[in-house]
């Protein structure tokens, strides 16, 4: 490379610089995400906390630890009115109560769960869900960009792609959970189950629809296996309804309605797709 070309990279490279977002990096926003995860579930953590002080220490050191960075990075908070780290450290017993609730879910959803303690240790549908619903109460108070730096984190450990903005309603249950996705918008009910490979997605990826509902919505009891693709803001999937595997769907079924994709051989042409709608009452 020629001087001259490495003077304009080297302005190209104080440019970026000078521009680069002040966020924090992402190794320190995934730090703080462990340390969470490892005051709310000791099973995460290589140190025991054995008295009520500790836990109160561990837990002022985390919350100014969330002030430090917070405080050196701005932009971060949108409409910052100070106090985001007091009132998300008083939102952990409601994200953990609804953690354990989730645990309890994927433990009775799973014969193969042989207790809870391995559905935390192991389960990548737990972790994913703890990075979500963390990284989805910072979203709600306003903090920027760093919730998307613990959503991607999760989604690189586990195969998992749950956006912070998705609204997850209590024991819910990913099992297996590799290739699942779940969109911005998606608004999921309580106890609903959902397999590997599971899509709920946007039917449009136009910029111009970025602040539309363009998720589908889960309502509450509702079963999807594994490789089923639900898309689109309109579309919603009723109360204890079950979606088999492979399904494609981009239109709303009413409550308690099976569907499944069916492959029938003829004689004459061979094998013939379909959908089946079955409506139970």
Not at 163 to 182: K, L, R
Request: hydrophobic share 35%; aromatic share 8%; proline share 4%.
């Amino acid at each position: 490379m020629r001087l001259k070309d490495l003077d304009f990279f080297y302005d190209e490279l104080l440019k970026a610089n000078i521009e680069a977002s002040e966020c924090p990096p992402p190794e320190m926003v995934i730090r703080f995400f462990e340390d969470i995860l490892e005051l709310l579930f000791p099973e995460f953590s290589y140190e025991r906390l054995l008295d009520r002080q500790a836990i109160v220490e561990k837990f002022n050191d985390k919350k100014n630890t969330l002030r430090k960075i917070l405080e050196h990075n701005r932009e971060c908070i949108k409409n910052d009115t100070g106090g985001v780290e007091d009132q998300f450290f008083g939102k952990l017993p409601e994200i953990r109560r609804r953690l354990v609730n989730d645990i309890d879910a994927i433990f009775k959803g799973d014969p193969a769960a042989k207790n809870r303690a391995e559905v935390i240790r192991t389960y990548p549908g737990f972790y994913a869900l703890a990075a979500h619903r963390i990284a989805h109460q910072l979203l709600e108070l306003g903090v920027l960009l760093i919730p998307r730096i613990i959503s991607e984190f999760a989604h690189r450990q586990t195969g998992i792609d749950i956006h912070p903005g998705a609204q997850i309603g209590e024991h819910f249950c990913i099992d297996h959970g590799t290739g699942v996705v779940i969109g911005e918008t998606t608004v999921i009910g309580s106890n609903v189950k959902i397999y590997q490979g599971v899509t709920l997605g946007g039917l449009s990826v136009n910029k111009e629809d970025a602040s539309k509902k363009r998720h589908p919505t889960i309502e509450d009891n509702v079963v999807i296996y594994a490789g089923a693709s639900i898309l689109g803001g309109e579309t919603v999937i009723g109360e204890g309804s079950i979606i088999g595997g492979n399904v494609w769907l981009t239109r709303s079924v009413p409550p308690n309605t099976k569907i499944y994709y069916k492959a029938s051989m003829t004689d004459s042409s061979g094998e013939t797709d379909m959908i089946t709608f079955k409506q139970e009452s």
